[in-house]
């Protein structure tokens, strides 16, 4: 890989540069700076534009004195290593889990407003992998919308710089490696250096490298790409969760689409073909609300034998939740505004990209093993959520993880183990391999979604190989482009390697969970910039 050197540039400095104006940089920012630090976050769209605002279900937490009777911190713990099939950290899972009470109570000190019953008390509901009720949400199916808005608005009022429209290109570094601000383009492509002696990337998932999925448009992996450029690592790319139940609007579908959250299936509704035929009858104990990796192979696999050429989507019948416009406000108006009502007509899913599992890999403290460098949220390889993530913990994660980065980052500063930004080496524009985005979603959709094989796999490394090309990274679209081509290649890399079916990642051709594969594969850049997969690999207990 070269590089292009770049002429004067503009400069501002912190103690701390967040990237990603999701639920985990917006906690950390916050943190970070109620322990004194100086910090920057900055965001490629405005403050509101990340992927927290769509998360509906809510916040998976067992709080005191608010929990079902027999329900505990523990049953939590067990149902969170049961979704993630085998891979989860049992340390991370625990110390994530159990500090979801304070976050959340934290939240709640911000303004955040979770929906109440009439003694006070917080409602519930339940979601898919869960034994009990413990999720709370907020407007309904608005969690996220809400959990966004109050950090968005203790960041303004807390005086916590925000630069909108600014994409994070590359890490800074020393000579010796260690990260120490980052390299970012304006919306006009100028570029500019930010020194800080700590950088978070908070800056979410890779959904847009598929065709259809619940993701917004900025969930393009830059995040991934600009740690494994920086000498991070990563681990567990293959497994990439696809939700259920996307909403289903004709053949072709792009982007995103719009969400119905697993919490209208705990609280009724059952997924049916066209005949009429429960979709999860016989296949799981749980049927209907067994963990998302289940029920969407089942869906899929459904589809591919559906009677009467129906063979793109099943339906899900809410017909017996008579409060469904107030319960489920933001499901109901999108289904509304597809021709489809909810309270009489079964409405049409099908699975869509959703959520990363695997990511950088750093410890429940954000620590990558690049000095400087953290990450937080769904960028982040922490073990939490192994081969398949539970029902909404991912918000909790954010919470937890974006306090205790910020916590771990004032501890790093204080006993001097960050670099000093003016020892940075002079800032260049990287060049990297970028594919044609469209080629790229059409050959992941069609060969690594759910349901991968070896031939398919191999397709989509050949397409990848032929198709791309070094390009500047000068532009937001193309360093868009250049992560979206990284991540799809790393995941291809870690697909064809994983010789069995666990958690999201389905291999046709090996259909069976095989102990020998109960471990996670790391990825690393060659000196080239191609994601390879290194030697150890990561076993359950190591961040």
Request: with cysteine; glycine share 12%; hydrophobic share 45%.
């Amino acid at each position: 890989m070269t590089e292009t050197v770049l002429g004067p540039v503009w400069e501002a400095r912190a103690d701390l540069i967040v990237v990603g104006t999701g639920v985990a940089g917006l906690t950390a920012a916050l943190r970070a700076r109620e322990l004194g630090l100086r910090v920057l976050v900055v965001t490629k769209a405005s403050g509101d534009d990340g992927n927290t605002r769509y998360a509906q279900g809510g916040v998976a937490v067992v709080l005191p004195q608010e929990h079902d009777p027999g329900d505990t911190v523990q049953a939590h713990i067990a149902d969170t290593l049961v979704a993630g099939a085998g891979l989860c950290d049992e340390a991370a899972v625990a110390a994530i889990i159990s500090d979801g009470p304070e976050a959340v109570q934290r939240l709640r000190s911000l303004g955040a407003m979770f929906d109440a019953k009439g003694d006070g008390t917080l409602e519930r509901t339940r979601e898919g992998g869960h034994s009990a009720f413990r999720v709370v949400h907020a407007g309904g199916d608005a969690t996220g919308a809400e959990v966004e808005r109050a950090l968005l608005k203790a960041t303004v009022d807390g005086r916590v710089p925000l630069l909108e429209n600014h994409v994070a290109v590359d890490a800074i570094r020393t000579p010796l490696g260690a990260v120490c601000g980052l390299l970012v383009l304006d919306g006009n492509g100028v570029p500019g250096v930010l020194g800080a002696p700590a950088v978070l990337l908070a800056t979410g998932g890779l959904g847009q490298m598929y065709q259809a999925t619940s993701n917004p448009a900025v969930a393009t992996g830059d995040g991934l790409a600009l740690a494994l450029r920086a000498g991070a690592v990563a681990a567990d790319v293959e497994f990439v969760q696809f939700h259920p139940t996307v909403l289903y609007t004709g053949r072709g579908a792009r982007g995103r689409c719009p969400l119905v959250t697993e919490a209208v299936r705990g609280e009724g509704a059952i997924l049916v073909d066209a005949t009429g035929a429960r979709v999860m009858q016989g296949v799981h104990p749980l049927e209907d609300l067994a963990p998302r990796d289940v029920v969407a192979a089942a869906i899929t696999r459904h589809m591919a034998l559906e009677p009467g050429g129906v063979d793109d989507h099943v339906f899900l019948d809410a017909t017996s939740l008579h409060d469904m416009a107030t319960r489920f406000p933001t499901v109901y108006a999108a289904c509304v505004a597809a021709g489809v009502n909810p309270a009489v007509d079964p409405i049409p899913v099908a699975p869509a990209a959703h959520f990363a599992c695997g990511g950088v890999v750093s410890t429940v403290d954000g620590r990558t093993g690049v000095t400087g460098l953290y990450a937080a949220g769904e960028v982040a390889r922490t073990g939490l959520h192994g081969a398949n993530r539970l029902a909404s913990n991912s918000l909790l994660e954010g919470l937890v993880c974006g306090t205790r980065a910020a916590e771990a980052i004032v501890t790093d500063l204080a006993v001097g183990l960050l670099a000093e930004p003016r020892n940075g080496v002079d800032p260049v524009l990287p060049v990297a391999p970028v594919a044609d985005r469209d080629l790229l979603q059409r050959v992941m959709s069609r060969y690594a979604a759910i349901g991968r094989d070896a031939e398919g796999l191999a397709v989509v490394g050949s397409v990848l190989d032929v198709s791309t090309v070094d390009r500047v990274l000068d532009t937001r679209e193309l360093v868009e482009d250049a992560a979206l081509t990284m991540a799809a290649r790393a995941l291809i890399a870690a697909a064809a390697e994983r010789t069995e079916s666990r958690g999201c990642h389905v291999r046709t051709d090996f259909p069976e969970r095989s102990d020998a594969w109960r471990r996670s594969q790391v990825v690393r850049l060659t000196p080239t910039g191609q994601p390879v997969l290194a030697d150890p690999v990561l076993t359950e207990g190591v961040a």
